[in-house]
């Protein structure tokens, strides 16, 4: 493999990537939606839409496969001190 073959490589990954975001639009836009509707209920920024973008290369097979995926996460936290056993309160107050 040389610098050429691995620009073509990224080349044709980039026009599959355009490819594939056209012909998944209606449903990215749609799962897009429905995660700033729930941010809006929940008044919450922690809902997150990922993209993901894979190239893998059979270079037995001599083939490339792109492939573009997306998810919507949700995400609830709480946190909490945990007391250290080992150290002790100091007799004044912060």
Same mark, same amino acid.
């Not at 809006?40 to 920024?45: I, N, P, S």
């Given at each position: !493999?040389?610098?050429?073959?691995?620009?073509?490589?990224?080349?044709?990954?980039?026009?599959?990537?355009?490819?594939?975001?056209?012909?998944?639009? @209606?449903?990215i836009?749609?799962?897009?939606? %429905?995660?700033?509707?729930? %941010?809006? @209920?929940?008044?919450?920024? @922690?809902?997150? !839409? /990922?993209?993901?973008?894979?190239?893998?290369?059979?270079?037995?097979?001599?083939?490339?496969?792109? /492939?573009?995926?997306?998810?919507?996460?949700?995400?609830l936290? /709480?946190?909490?001190?945990? %007391?250290?056993?080992?150290?002790?309160?100091?007799?004044?107050? @912060?």
């Amino acid at each position: !493999m040389n610098s050429d073959r691995l620009a073509a490589i990224f080349d044709t990954a980039s026009i599959d990537l355009r490819k594939l975001a056209a012909e998944g639009q @209606a449903d990215i836009l749609t799962d897009l939606a %429905a995660v700033v509707d729930e %941010a809006q @209920a929940q008044d919450k920024e @922690a809902l997150k !839409m /990922t993209f993901g973008f894979q190239i893998v290369l059979d270079l037995g097979g001599d083939k490339q496969t792109s /492939t573009l995926s997306w998810s919507v996460k949700r995400k609830l936290s /709480t946190d909490h001190a945990i %007391a250290n056993p080992d150290q002790h309160e100091l007799p004044f107050e @912060a």
